[in-house]
C-alpha cells in the first residue's frame, strides 16, 4: 500500500470529505458571527435562517442575499462577509495549507492530495509552491483592482468609504461573489446606478475574468508568457473558450437587449452582462427588463460557469467544451476527442457528461420544486436555481419572497456548485476498487 493510502485510511478522511467539511465548517462559523447584534447596523439578533442564507451565499461566492448588504449589515457584518468571500473563493484548503506553510509545519503528501484535489491540479507535485503562488496572485490583482476603483469610489463617497468601497468591491470581482455596497443608493441595485460608468465597467469585468479563468492558467501565463504553444491543453481550452463565452454572447445581448442605451453604453452593457453571467452576480442594468430569450442565455451561461481551480462555479468551461468536443467527434464520426492536437482521454469525457447531467438536473428539478411551492413562473424559478448551483447571485428578485423551504433549496445547490459536484459525490460514495474483469458487452441504439 502506497504511503498516501495508508495515511488516508489512518486519518480515516479522504481529500473530498475534507474538502466538503471545511467549507461547511466555515458557513458555519460565518453564522454564528452574523447572527449577533454587532454584525447588524440595528444591533438586533438576526435568526439564524438568514445568517445562514448570507454565510452560505458569501463562502459559496454566490451573492444572493435576503438583507441588502450595504443597509442591513454593520461594518463589522460587511468585515465578516468579505471574508468569508475572500477564503471561499481561493478556498479553505489553500487558507489552510498557508497558515501550515507560514508555521513550519510539516506539510505531508497527504495534505498535497488535499489541496490537488481542492483546486483540480492535475499533478500533486508543486502543491506548496502553488500555494504560495494563488496567495501572491490574489493579493496584487485585488490590490491593484481596489487602487484602479478608488478614483470613483472615493470621489461618490469620500476618502475613508471609498477606500472601503473599493477594496470590498475589488475583493468580490476578483472572487466572482456579486456582493456590493450600492444599497446606500437604492437596495438591491447592485451596479445598475453605475452603468454608463465605462471606466468603472471595465475594471469590474477585468477582476471577473481574472478570478474566473483559474490560477493554474495564471501559472501557465507567468511561465510561458506570450509563447501559447507551449501552454497546457487545459491552459488552452480554458482561454479559447472563456473568449467564446464572453464575446458570443455579448454579440446576441447587443442586438437583442438595452435597444434604449446609447452606442456605448449599448456595447458596454452587452460585454458586462455577458461576463457577470458566468458566476460574477453584478449587474449594471435592470434584469427585469430582458425578454425571455436574453433570460434563456443567461441561463445556459449561468449553468457553465467559471473554469477549474477558479474562483468561480459552476460546472466549469473545461466541463462544456469536452462535451462539445465529444459531440464534434461523433458527428465527424472520429474515434477520439480531440483539441489543440492532443487527445482527450475517455474518462475526462465520461466525467464531463456526468457533471454536465447533475447540473442540467438539479437546475431543473430545484426549479421545478420552488416553482410549485411558491407559485412563481418556472422560467423565474429556473434562473433562481441556475443562479444558485452556478454561484452566479443574479436574480430576478424572488429571492426575498421565497419560502424557507425554497431557500432551503438553493443554499443546497450553492453548496454543491461550489464545492463541486464530482467533489461531493467521491466523498459521499466509496470508490469500488479497480478491476480487470469486465461485463459482456452488448450494443444499444442512440438517437
Not at 154 to 180: M, Q, R, T, V
Not at 348 to 363: C, H, P, Q
Request: hydrophobic share 50%; proline share 2%; with cysteine.
Amino acid at each position: 500500500m502506497s504511503e498516501l493510502k495508508k495515511r488516508k485510511k489512518r486519518r480515516g478522511l479522504s481529500s473530498f470529505q475534507v474538502i466538503i467539511m471545511s467549507f461547511f465548517g466555515l458557513i458555519m462559523a460565518g453564522t454564528l458571527l452574523l447572527m449577533l447584534p454587532i454584525s447588524s447596523a440595528q444591533h438586533v439578533f438576526t435568526p439564524f435562517p438568514e445568517a445562514l442564507f448570507t454565510a452560505t451565499s458569501a463562502t459559496c461566492v454566490t451573492g444572493l442575499i435576503v438583507h441588502d448588504t450595504a443597509t442591513y449589515w454593520s461594518f463589522f457584518g460587511q468585515c465578516v462577509i468579505i471574508t468569508l468571500i475572500q477564503i471561499g473563493g481561493m478556498g479553505v484548503i489553500t487558507i489552510g495549507m498557508a497558515v501550515m506553510r507560514a508555521s513550519g509545519m510539516k506539510i505531508g503528501l497527504w495534505h498535497r492530495s488535499t489541496m490537488q484535489d481542492s483546486i483540480a491540479a492535475p499533478h500533486v507535485g508543486g502543491m506548496v509552491r502553488l500555494t504560495g503562488f494563488i496567495l501572491k496572485t490574489t493579493v496584487l490583482i485585488e490590490l491593484i483592482g481596489a487602487l484602479l476603483l478608488l478614483p470613483v469610489f472615493c470621489k461618490d463617497f469620500g476618502i475613508l468609504k471609498g477606500i472601503w468601497y473599493s477594496l470590498f468591491h475589488s475583493i468580490s470581482a476578483f472572487c466572482n461573489a456579486g456582493f456590493d455596497l450600492m444599497g446606500t443608493r437604492e437596495q438591491f441595485s447592485s451596479l445598475t446606478t453605475y452603468g454608463d460608468n465605462i471606466y468603472l465597467n471595465c475594471i469590474i469585468m477585468l477582476l471577473i475574468i481574472s478570478g474566473g479563468i483559474g490560477f493554474l492558467v495564471w501559472g501557465d501565463i507567468k511561465a510561458n508568457k506570450y509563447r501559447f504553444k507551449r501552454y497546457s491543453l487545459q491552459s488552452k481550452i480554458v482561454l479559447f473558450s472563456t473568449l467564446l463565452l464572453i464575446v458570443l454572447p455579448a454579440v446576441l445581448f447587443f442586438f437583442t437587449e438595452y435597444g434604449n442605451l446609447n452606442m456605448p453604453e449599448r456595447i458596454i452593457s452587452s460585454f458586462f452582462q455577458s461576463v457577470t453571467t458566468r458566476t460574477a452576480g453584478f449587474n449594471s442594468q435592470d434584469l427585469s427588463q430582458m425578454n425571455e430569450s436574453g433570460v434563456a442565455v443567461m441561463i445556459i451561461l449561468m449553468l457553465i460557469g467559471g473554469s477549474p481551480g477558479s474562483t468561480a462555479g459552476g460546472m466549469k468551461t473545461v466541463t462544456f467544451a469536452v462535451v462539445f468536443l465529444a459531440a464534434i467527434t461523433v458527428f465527424s464520426r472520429r474515434k477520439d476527442v480531440q483539441a489543440f492536437k492532443r487527445r482527450i482521454g475517455d474518462d475526462i469525457v465520461r466525467n464531463a457528461g456526468a457533471v454536465l447531467f447533475m447540473y442540467l438536473s438539479l437546475a431543473f428539478i430545484s426549479g421545478v420544486i420552488i416553482s410549485r411551492v411558491d407559485n412563481l413562473p418556472l422560467l423565474t424559478c429556473l434562473f433562481e436555481t441556475s443562479s444558485g448551483i452556478g454561484t452566479v447571485g443574479l436574480t430576478l428578485g424572488i429571492t426575498t419572497k421565497l419560502s424557507m423551504l425554497s431557500k432551503a433549496i438553493l443554499m443546497v445547490l450553492m453548496f454543491f456548485g461550489r464545492v463541486g459536484g464530482l467533489t461531493l459525490i467521491y466523498a459521499a460514495v466509496p470508490s469500488s476498487g479497480s478491476t480487470n474483469s469486465r461485463l459482456p458487452l452488448e450494443k444499444i441504439s442512440i438517437g
